[in-house]
């Protein structure tokens, strides 16, 4: 049997190459104009990730819909786009062998309240777990608006393809909308769109359907799932594995696989009551590795699993367990975009997760600070300058709050 490695290319069921195994995931960027078209910025840091070795790039969130936006700067792609940038921005993801896809994402109900009064979801269910306090409760969508919003990835996808971009992917995950459809603990519907698994996996077979038309066969379109919602209720692990083999079933071409929700923001490494972390997949690093092996046995789907990887050794050992086919990684390349090339050149690499702290653990909490250190070091690589492992976390959090207020520290994950 050969060993798999980091550098060998994979070949998708429709015959596109991806050069190695390493697969940037999504990260929300915040690069949007005031028109919500990209910034050159989203140019300048796809071909610097490009640069550094990666096999596929997923974009952040891109909204289908610029009447729901998940974040005061998210990009949005719709006929009111200018396709100019899109194309620009294609194409530096596509330099150096690598190839770029667009994560495509509508938030649903998980819109600040400074951002939209009535947001829409498929029950009128509210967040929960201290939420409500930042989210409006949703309205439940009409048969119409949901028809509506499987138009719009379908739109959105077919003009990421007229664009440049080598793939789009589904946002299935993080409690967002397609999640919401997913979750019986947010999905009350009683009519076609809701009740029975079946039923609640509809509105995502029918946006995959709806944008394989508009894109063809020979485009790849992939998903991003979660293993379960880890919350009482909720999608389980059980579900996910239906809802990966009838997606395979489809034709899907690619399936990464995270976890959690705002509520239980496990897509963040935290466990929830209802996760328990298996000491063998802490010694393998990959937070959702057992979730993968069962999925393994149903499908022949390519996979990704994303989160909790920082060797170089561990990522191997995944492959070769045939349980993934890419590793996922993401806040690795915030802080160094050569990531990818440092693992491949050397089998022993292996890079500690940076932990920003203020020093205050209830300002950590409340502000984010993670999530808003990383951003921050995406945003002076799109400026041209290096990322600074060093970085000042209370400087970051100080600077954010002067120069946005408070509003940036809702709630919001890629």
């Not at 693992?343 to 300002?363: D, F, H, Q, R, W």
């Amino acid at each position: 049997m050969n060993l798999i490695c980091l550098n060998d290319p994979f070949s998708l069921p429709n015959g596109q190459v991806i050069k190695n195994r390493l697969f940037k995931s999504a990260m929300s960027e915040q690069l949007g104009d005031k028109h919500h078209n990209p910034k050159q910025g989203l140019v300048t840091l796809y071909q610097r990730w490009a640069r550094g070795g990666i096999g596929l790039s997923m974009t952040g969130n891109v909204m289908v819909d610029r009447g729901a936006l998940g974040e005061p700067k998210n990009v949005v792609l719709d006929e009111h786009s200018d396709l100019t940038v899109f194309r620009e921005w294609a194409s530096a993801g596509t330099q150096n062998g690598s190839q770029i896809w667009m994560q495509l994402n509508h938030p649903g109900k998980q819109i600040p309240k400074f951002l939209c009064d009535s947001p829409v979801a498929p029950s009128a269910i509210s967040l929960e777990r201290g939420l409500e306090k930042g989210f409006n409760t949703p309205r439940a969508l009409t048969e119409k608006e949901i028809i509506a919003i499987i138009d719009k990835f379908a739109l959105s996808a077919k003009l990421a393809k007229q664009a440049g971009f080598t793939g789009v992917q589904i946002h299935g995950a993080h409690g967002y909308l397609v999640s919401q459809f997913l979750s019986s603990r947010h999905n009350q519907r009683q009519d076609k769109w809701g009740g029975s698994l079946e039923n609640r996996l509809r509105f995502v077979l029918e946006v995959y359907r709806a944008i394989r038309k508009e894109v063809g066969e020979d485009f790849p379109v992939g998903i991003k799932l979660n293993s379960a919602d880890f919350m009482k209720g909720g999608f389980t692990e059980e579900e996910s594995m239906q809802v990966v083999q009838t997606l395979s079933d489809n034709g899907i071409d690619l399936i990464e696989i995270s976890g959690g929700t705002y509520e239980s923001p496990s897509m963040m490494g935290s466990k929830s009551k209802a996760e328990s972390i298996k000491s063998s997949t802490v010694k393998r690093e990959a937070y959702f590795m057992d979730y993968m092996v069962k999925a393994r046995k149903l499908v022949s789907t390519p996979l990704v699993v994303t989160g909790g990887f920082r060797t170089a050794q561990a990522m191997n050992d995944a492959l070769n367990t045939s349980a993934t086919d890419f590793i996922g990684i993401a806040r690795t390349m915030a802080v160094d975009p050569d990531f990818p090339n440092k693992l491949i050149e050397n089998p022993s690499y292996g890079m500690p997760l940076t932990v920003p702290t203020t020093g205050k653990p209830a300002l950590d909490k409340v502000a984010m600070v993670g999530l808003v250190w990383y951003e921050h070091q995406m945003w002076r690589i799109a400026s041209g300058k290096k990322a600074d492992p060093k970085l000042s976390a209370l400087g970051v959090v100080l600077k954010t709050i002067f120069s946005a207020g408070w509003h940036a520290f809702k709630k919001r994950r890629a």
